[in-house]
């Protein structure tokens, strides 16, 4: 069983940046492929990026691409979102998302991911 904490959530103007963390324990933090999902609310949860289980490969939805970067250090087993340049729209709760590697990397899918945390909200203030 994998746990997730996220944490670096927060208020942040319109154009700044804001950094959040994730950290994983209860299992081997390279078998998995990461992801951010958001929510906000009345809306359905919404992918944000997701980086492959070597750190090799990410990928990024339209909407914050060249504006997010996600990174992650298995040795440490953490994960980050550096978010900068935010928008009003960014505002949501934050999730980090665990999929098994040994499943293919559909990095989109919801509900290919096993594990989730608790989440972490942002609020950007326009």
């Known amino acids: 069983q994998v746990q997730l904490v996220e944490s670096g959530g927060g208020l942040v103007e319109a154009g700044g940046s804001l950094r959040l963390s994730c950290v994983g324990s209860?299992?081997?933090?390279?078998?998995?492929?990461l992801g951010w999902f958001r929510q906000a609310p009345g809306k359905e949860r919404e992918f944000v990026g997701a980086?492959?289980?070597?750190?090799?490969?990410?990928y990024y939805a339209e909407s914050v691409k060249g504006r997010f970067t996600i990174a992650r250090d298995n040795a440490k087993n953490t994960m980050s979102l550096q978010m900068n340049n935010h928008k009003p729209d960014d505002s949501a709760v934050y999730y980090c998302?665990?999929?098994?590697?040994?499943?293919?990397?559909?990095?989109?899918?919801?509900?290919?991911?096993?594990?989730w945390g608790q989440g972490t909200q942002v609020i950007v203030s326009s």
């Open positions: 209860g299992g081997t933090f390279s078998d998995y492929h």
């Open positions: 980086i492959n289980w070597s750190g090799g490969s990410g």
């Open positions: 998302e665990a999929d098994w590697s040994g499943g293919g990397w559909y990095p989109e899918t919801q509900n290919k991911y096993d594990y």
